[in-house]
């Protein structure tokens, strides 16, 4: 150990890490009189920092300033013993950058603050993360609304570039039995190419498709299956995505990067294939919604026929309330498998207590995504092993109202946001996030919450074990009539009287 005390040594490794630590006094305008030398990392000298008259506003972003500063000022009104933060910082080229800031209020005996410590880690890439899985949600749910094929594909290629950071792409359509492709929408140097029909045998594309997988090609004057066309001489990068439902091929999204060689990341390309099925079963959808409006009109008299289009239509709305559920899962992956098994619950303690059909589907469908609100808490309070600081736990409390915020939009012919948003509430009023008491919240919500805590507390969590069956039935039978339904607590009790393996433990 000896040798780390030495300067040399204990500097090389404060450049290394990527936590910069830096103090000074709160009071004024929060003067920095200490920062470590890894501070390099964004082009400035310890001494621009330190000797500067307003340093912390000089490398914050003008735009989260005033909030900063407040959240830093309420904070220390509040003689709170930290703050966690997220903002933005300006390197000195003028380059934003994400950064965590945890900080530490140190008081004198008077209950003064007399120094504050922060702890800032660059969280750029996880924003920028957090970002495509929002932008992938957004997508997800606006494709949902468009029926019009057409209309349809043109917002599927957009948000593809867009995702991808390209401003050249195309979409291509599978025809005549499979023997051709065509680009019904293309943009950039592709645009002039829209309907064009090209044979399967020929380009890149017919690789895709033929594999059925996502094919990347870094350098494609390289590639052996290139076209040799004029208005493909500048392409260098090139991403193809196959559009499928089952095995059946639907076409092909390929975005093109010119000029440059450019490096996609995995993980971008894993949000990319999510995108792809995403926009798949929202093609399908859209054709199939075509195909019924047609029959409509040429035959009245087709009723069987539009009932199965209905129930086509409908299984594909549940396989994109399934996608957007999973979405979550990218950041915590026991939330897929949980919202799936509330949601069975749900829907079977609905028909025990008394729910018709039909609400009896929403509250299903309300449980495959109750959790949705998720997708905007950092994915490392998700999965975090140990306990959660009362400001994580705050945090994990607002996805019931996150999730009424990215539902409430969406047309449902039953009450799902607000299902959602109560399933944390109380018969007592002490849930979240309204603090509602008994018949204020909705009836399925008052099912789904039963469902949610059985379902929790019999399966593992990064945090604990499972808890077992017998501990979530005690739990629900001795706060019966004070948090939880009683109708929706009994019926609970005689499923799994009769049923004990309705849904797995552990």
């Not at 894993?270 to 040429?298: G, H």
Request: one cysteine or more.
């Amino acid at each position: 150990m000896a040798p780390l005390r030495e300067g040399y040594n204990l500097n090389q490794v404060i450049a290394n890490t990527p936590v910069i630590i830096l103090w000074g006094e709160p009071a004024g305008d929060r003067s920095i009189d200490f920062v470590t030398d890894n501070i390099g990392l964004y082009g400035y000298t310890v001494p621009e920092i330190v000797m500067d008259e307003a340093p912390f506003d000089k490398i914050l972003l003008k735009e989260d300033r005033e909030r900063v500063d407040a959240a830093f000022r309420e904070a220390l009104a509040e003689k709170r013993p930290s703050l966690l933060a997220d903002y933005r910082i300006v390197d000195k080229a003028g380059r934003a950058h994400w950064v965590e800031d945890r900080t530490t209020f140190y008081y004198d005996r008077g209950g003064e603050a007399v120094l504050y410590q922060s702890c800032l880690m660059d969280i750029s890439d996880r924003k920028l993360a957090e970002e495509r899985l929002s932008l992938l949600h957004d997508t997800s749910m606006a494709f949902m609304e468009e029926l019009d094929p057409g209309t349809l594909v043109r917002q599927i290629l957009d948000k593809a570039l867009e995702f991808a950071g390209a401003s050249d792409g195309l979409v291509s359509v599978m025809e005549g039995g499979g023997e051709s492709r065509r680009i019904t929408w293309g943009e950039g140097l592709f645009k002039p190419l829209v309907g064009m029909s090209i044979p399967m045998d020929r380009g890149f594309m017919a690789e895709v498709l033929k594999e059925g997988r996502r094919i990347v090609i870094d350098d494609y004057h390289s590639y052996r299956g290139r076209m040799d066309m004029e208005e493909f001489r500048d392409i260098t990068t090139i991403i193809g995505i196959p559009l499928h439902r089952g095995r059946r091929i639907l076409g092909a999204i390929t975005t093109v990067f010119r000029d440059e060689v450019r490096a996609i990341d995995e993980h971008t390309l894993d949000q990319m294939d999510q995108f792809a099925a995403a926009a798949s079963i929202a093609l399908e959808n859209a054709r199939l919604y075509e195909e019924t409006r047609r029959e409509a009109e040429e035959r009245q008299k087709a009723e069987r026929r539009a009932a199965e289009g209905y129930g086509r239509l409908q299984n594909i709305f549940s396989d994109v309330i399934r996608t957007m559920g999973k979405i979550v899962g990218k950041k915590d992956p026991y939330t897929v498998g949980h919202q799936e098994r509330v949601a069975l619950l749900a829907g079977e303690l609905g028909k025990r207590a008394g729910l018709d059909d039909t609400q009896c589907e929403g509250l299903r469908i309300a449980g495959l995504v109750h959790d949705i609100g998720k997708i905007e808490i950092p994915g490392e309070i998700l999965s975090k092993p140990g306990t959660l600081s009362r400001i994580e736990f705050e945090l994990i409390k607002t996805h019931a109202q996150s999730g009424y915020d990215i539902l409430k939009e969406v047309d449902f012919p039953w009450p799902v946001a607000g299902i959602v948003r109560q399933h944390h509430e109380r018969l007592d009023g002490s849930g979240y996030p309204q603090g509602l008491r008994g018949s204020e919240t909705l009836p399925e919500a008052r099912i789904l919450a039963v469902a949610d805590v059985v379902e929790s507390m019999m399966s593992y969590r990064p945090y604990r074990p499972a808890l077992g069956l017998k501990a979530a039935l005690d739990e629900i039978r001795a706060k019966r009539n004070e948090l939880y339904d009683p109708e929706a607590v009994d019926a609970c009790l005689d499923l799994f009287n009769e049923q004990p393996g309705f849904i797995s433990e552990g």
